[in-house]
């Protein structure tokens, strides 16, 4: 059953992206590399991510029936806890809340962190311990997004192809998905980006988010309701 758990802290955010899936990303690749100006927009190479994402909860799934998933990822520099909400508050992309706490590098332990999301967790573990459910590791390309004269990025775009590691006996085919994040503004501002990005890069709404994929490619089946 549902629980309770304590408000999320202030420093919660709005996670707003399209997440679009690829049966090849060298087309958007290509695509990208001959249009770094689209639809009064400029797109921009960043330098790559190598990502270790995983995700965790207790044996009776606390975190998930508060309504979140816990995301630990470890990149080269940096590590971090995330906390996002399970539900999008809108249908045609994911809008979502999420708040990220910054780790000692190598800390696996996000219950004891200080700050927001270690504080959360205590008051919903209630010192049930967490354990692995499934990890994705990411080698990710990314592009900014600016206003054609803006120095600011309004957005991102994230090439990524995801390997799952969980408890079936067989991984799954990498997940090779596009996703675009807004980063400020509201999502009309890249909606034509978007759209294009689907029509030439042959892309297709995902299906479902990588949390989701994680706990299918595990075998993992979290209570309903």
């Not at 979502?96 to 927001?116: D, F, I, S, Y």
């Not at 501002?189 to 990588?210: D, H, I």
Request: charged share 25%.
């Amino acid at each position: 059953m549902p629980l309770t758990p304590p408000a999320l802290p202030a420093q919660v955010t709005r996670e707003i992206e399209w997440q679009l899936a690829s049966s090849d990303l060298a087309l958007v690749r290509a695509w990208l590399a001959a249009n770094p100006s689209v639809c009064g927009l400029r797109i921009e190479a960043l330098a790559g991510e190598r990502l270790r994402d995983t995700y965790l909860d207790t044996a009776d799934w606390r975190v998930f029936r508060s309504g979140y998933a816990l995301r630990l990822r470890q990149g080269a520099s940096h590590a971090e806890a995330t906390l996002k909400s399970l539900r999008s508050a809108r249908t045609d992309l994911a809008d979502r809340q999420e708040v990220t706490e910054a780790l000692v590098a190598g800390q696996n332990a996000p219950e004891h962190a200080p700050g927001a999301v270690g504080q959360w967790l205590r008051g919903v573990l209630e010192r049930q311990p967490l354990a692995s459910l499934f990890t994705a590791c990411t080698r990710r390309e990314r592009f900014a997004i600016y206003a054609a004269a803006g120095e600011v990025p309004i957005g991102e775009i994230a090439l990524d192809e995801t390997h799952l590691l969980g408890a079936a006996p067989a991984p799954p085919e990498p997940l090779l998905r596009v996703e675009v994040e807004l980063r400020g503004g509201e999502p009309q501002a890249l909606a034509p980006l978007v759209e294009a990005l689907r029509r030439n890069g042959r892309l297709v709404p995902a299906r479902e988010n990588k949390f989701a994929a994680g706990l299918r490619a595990a075998a993992l089946a979290p209570p309903l309701g």
